[in-house]
Nanobody, 129 residues
């Protein structure tokens, strides 16, 4: 059974850091493409970071250099380390996964919402100025 569940959200001041965790069921993670998305009020859900089965990563331009995605396949856990947070990072953050390697677009793992079949419930991140 495939499932994922996020934790680690909270409230921080601008410039602060938060670490998000995504745990998965026993059938999740091995050979699965994993990603983080976020959705702020009134906006579309957008891809933040993706991690392919071969270790390839891709980040949204808005978080490049500030966020880091990683995974521990033994613990079946995906991580998102978020540094130098900005008020515009405020959103509900979602973990997403799909079986197999990530869909590729122009050689890079896709950050498209349509590429992922399994989603967590989300965790709120609030960054104040």
């Amino acid at each position: 059974q495939v499932w994922v569940a996020e934790s680690g959200g909270g409230s921080v001041r601008a410039g602060g850091s938060l670490n998000l965790t995504c745990e998965g069921g026993k059938d999740t993670y091995s050979g699965f493409c994993m990603a983080w998305f976020r959705q702020s009020s009134g906006k579309e859900r957008e891809g933040v970071a993706v991690l392919d089965t071969d270790g390839t990563t891709r980040y949204a331009e808005s978080v490049q250099g500030r966020f880091t995605i990683s995974r521990d396949n033994v613990k079946k856990t995906l991580y998102l380390v978020m540094n130098n947070l900005k008020p515009e990072d405020t959103a509900v953050y979602y973990c997403a996964t799909d079986s197999g390697s990530c869909t590729r677009a122009r050689g890079r793992p896709s950050l498209s919402r349509a590429s992922f079949a399994y989603w967590g419930q989300g965790t709120q991140v609030t960054v104040s100025s």
